[in-house]
């Protein structure tokens, strides 16, 4: 691997980087992004937030959320089925995936609010799966001041939790009063840099009081015999599923394989 690098030529991840993902619920994997991919995605991404501001899903002025960019632009869809991602994805999980969506997530300058504590997978319509997981990638710098991530470790064991609100700090310690008592880690991105995280592994983003937008793009996997749970959801609104059907097909691809 490259000094700036945590993966390996062969595409891997060494093995203690695994074992601190499955023990902690999270890792950092720096270097996912060289500066000429880094280059282009990040133009990409400027672009797509410049003409689809006003298609975010968090209407509380938190931060933007564009959900499936892959869909419409071709350049953030080279981002999203980049097949190392996906392969250090499985390495990761120990078994299949396939994609269940991506996500533009941005923090505009001096947003100054903080994306309070809370798991991802309450939130998804999802059946009979085991452990899905997400690639942060930051397409600029994130330190605290921009808006970086805290987690609190070994939390992806704590399933069964209902959804938690974003905007309200002590809701997810409401919901489980014990993890208000876990250490928690904040983990500062250099653009290109990404974390892995589980989709139980509960976790905030802080506020950006820079001059710079926070822009980060998301790509979720989930296992690959994940069925439809029949609740709502934006991604699934329109496919006309019904309840126990397999998310996979063109909707939700395995890119990678």
Not at 42 to 63: Q, V
Not at 95 to 116: G, I, Y
Request: hydrophobic letters at 35%.
């Amino acid at each position: 691997m490259s000094r700036n690098s945590d993966i390996g030529p062969d595409g891997r991840l060494p093995d203690d980087l695994v074992s601190s993902y499955r023990e902690h619920g999270f890792v950092r994997v720096r270097g996912v992004l060289g500066p000429g991919q880094l280059d282009r995605f990040r133009a990409a991404a400027e672009a797509y937030l410049d003409t689809h501001r006003g298609d975010s899903l968090e209407k509380g002025g938190t931060f933007s959320q564009l959900v499936n960019v892959w869909q419409p632009d071709e350049t953030l869809r080279d981002l999203t089925f980049d097949r190392r991602l996906g392969r250090i994805a499985e390495q990761l999980a120990g078994f299949p995936l396939r994609l269940w969506h991506d996500q533009m997530l941005v923090k505009e300058p001096h947003s100054n609010t903080a994306t309070e504590f809370h798991q991802d997978r309450p939130y998804w319509p999802h059946a009979d799966d085991r452990l899905p997981l997400s690639a942060w990638i930051a397409l600029v710098d994130v330190p605290p001041e921009r808006g970086c991530m805290t987690f609190l470790p070994g939390t992806q064991d704590r399933s069964g939790l209902r959804a938690q609100d974003l905007h309200d700090a002590d809701d997810l310690f409401a919901a489980d009063p014990e993890l208000r008592w876990i250490p928690r880690v904040t983990v500062p991105l250099r653009a290109g840099d990404c974390t892995f995280h589980s989709g139980y592994t509960a976790h905030m983003a802080l506020p950006n009081s820079t001059d710079l937008a926070r822009l980060a793009h998301v790509v979720i996997y989930m296992d690959a015999d994940t069925v439809f749970s029949g609740d709502p959801h934006p991604v699934t609104d329109s496919l006309g599923l019904v309840k126990g059907a397999r998310l996979d097909g063109d909707a939700f691809p395995r890119p990678w394989a």
